[in-house]
């Protein structure tokens, strides 16, 4: 499981300069930068003819879905021995990480490059969450 949103974004390269993207997690939409400064939306991104784009934006996603499930299950170990105030915390990253893993494939269907994307099977099947 990767520990930062800089780990999750490390295969993605920049279009324009090669150097690696990584999504910042405070844009309400999914945006990606690399440390020469580009900016990149997930539609920009996906306009691009670059195979590695596509090839590290799969893998991204695979890593989101599992990170999210990692994090469900911890929220429900940490409720089931207790610890609602620290269930709470990691049910709120679950939450912020799936809104994210919803987003993307939404922004796929839009794009020409759709065709290209193929989903994992574990994104198709990501569940919401029950923020109760």
Avoid at 109 to 120: F, G, T
Wanted: charged share 20%; with cysteine; aromatic share 4%.
């Amino acid at each position: 499981m990767a520990r930062s949103a800089s780990q999750l974004g490390s295969l993605l390269r920049c279009p324009h300069c090669g150097r690696h993207l990584y999504p910042n997690g405070l844009d309400s939409i999914l945006t990606f930068y690399c440390k020469s400064g580009h900016k990149l939306s997930l539609s920009e991104l996906l306009g691009t003819q670059v195979a590695t784009v596509r090839e590290g934006l799969e893998a991204m996603l695979a890593e989101w879905v599992g990170h999210h499930l990692v994090l469900i299950e911890t929220a429900e170990d940490a409720r089931k021995n207790g610890y609602s105030d620290v269930a709470h915390i990691y049910q709120r990253h679950a939450h912020s990480l799936g809104t994210r893993i919803d987003k993307v494939p939404s922004v796929i269907a839009e794009s020409d490059s759709s065709k290209r994307i193929i989903l994992p099977e574990a994104i198709r099947s990501v569940q919401p969450l029950d923020n109760g």
